[in-house]
């Protein structure tokens, strides 16, 4: 299993960044992804969750209406658009996948939010 994300980058507040997460070496369409973030000093939260043909999404709640996930299961690629970015949305950002009940990560991709 791999999972490589890309698009992170420093934006100001209230700017826009799109995350994707390219998957292989298993049945992406199969499964839920998932994106976690990990902010400097603080523990890996979860940030959304995205079910293996896309009809249901969930949001923590402090990203509710700004943050949307999507996925193209042609491309086995799983993305993360984020608007009206905050300061404290500054975090590494983490594509996830449970299988079996491992949990497989990404290498992160760093999101900067600050004027």
């Known amino acids: 299993v791999q999972l490589v994300e890309s698009g992170g980058g420093l934006v100001q507040p209230g700017g826009s960044l799109r995350l994707s997460c390219a998957a292989s070496?298993?049945?992406?369409?199969?499964?839920?992804m998932s994106w976690y973030r990990q902010a400097p000093g603080k523990e890996r939260e979860y940030v959304a969750r995205?079910?293996?043909?896309?009809?249901?999404?969930n949001y923590h709640d402090s990203v509710k209406g700004r943050f949307t996930i999507s996925r193209d299961n042609a491309k086995n690629t799983v993305y993360l658009q984020m608007n009206s970015l905050k300061p404290e949305d500054t975090a590494v950002y983490y594509c996830?996948?449970?299988?079996?009940?491992?949990?497989?990560w990404g290498q992160g991709t760093q999101v900067t939010v600050s004027s």
């Open positions: 995205i079910t293996s043909v896309g009809g249901s999404t």
């Open positions: 996830n996948a449970q299988i079996a009940s491992y949990y497989y």
């Open positions: 070496g298993f049945t992406f369409s199969r499964y839920a």
